[in-house]
């Protein structure tokens, strides 16, 4: 991992610990969950709102003047609203994708939840999904919610990573293994 990364990733394990302890305290956890969900879609969708997080073009100023708008705008809760003018404050915005990552790995971990990240071909069908979040869970013993999506090059099978663990059984690889293995054959 490089030093800026780590850095990163530091601050943003600050911030989601701070306010998933204060939400935990007021009983206000489902309302960083729906925060959560409204910021990952912002930062998905809108081109605009990572360069704003990301770039040092804006002042603390105009970062915490338009975080203001956006988190009304988005109907986010006090807390998340007062975690993110002070990040802006702080010039801290830029850490804001591993802050959400992170205080969903908190909140599920406090449910006795883990997610695992699922990549398949095409889109999995709800009973496929629900087979394999109840396969995982007969493995982990947790239950399991899965964060799906899709990648055409893997041509068929699955990549699935929960933890520190990645199961690879997509036909991609296997096609790479054989080409390598006839390499070191030829």
Do not use: H
Not at 168 to 173: G, L, Q, V
Request: hydrophobic share 40%.
């Amino acid at each position: 991992m490089s030093e800026t990364a780590s850095i990163s990733t530091g601050i943003a394990a600050r911030y989601a610990s701070a306010v998933f302890d204060l939400a935990k305290e007021a009983k206000k956890v489902k309302a960083i969950e729906t925060d959560l969900e409204a910021l990952s879609g912002a930062l998905n969708d809108s081109e605009d709102f990572r360069r704003l997080i990301s770039s040092p073009v804006y002042s603390r100023d105009e970062q915490g003047t338009a975080i203001a708008a956006l988190s009304k705008k988005m109907k986010l809760s006090p807390t998340m609203s007062n975690t993110l003018a002070l990040m802006a404050s702080k010039r801290r915005l830029f850490v804001l994708p591993q802050l959400v990552r992170q205080l969903r790995d908190l909140i599920a971990a406090d449910k006795g939840e883990i997610t695992a990240e699922v990549t398949s071909a095409k889109a999995l069908t709800k009973a496929q999904s629900d087979k394999l979040a109840k396969s995982l869970k007969s493995t982990t013993g947790k239950t399991v919610t899965l964060q799906t999506a899709v990648d055409e090059s893997l041509i068929g099978g699955l990549i699935v990573k929960v933890g520190s663990k990645m199961i690879d059984t997509s036909i991609r690889s296997k096609l790479n293994s054989l080409q390598n293995a006839m390499k070191e054959v030829g």
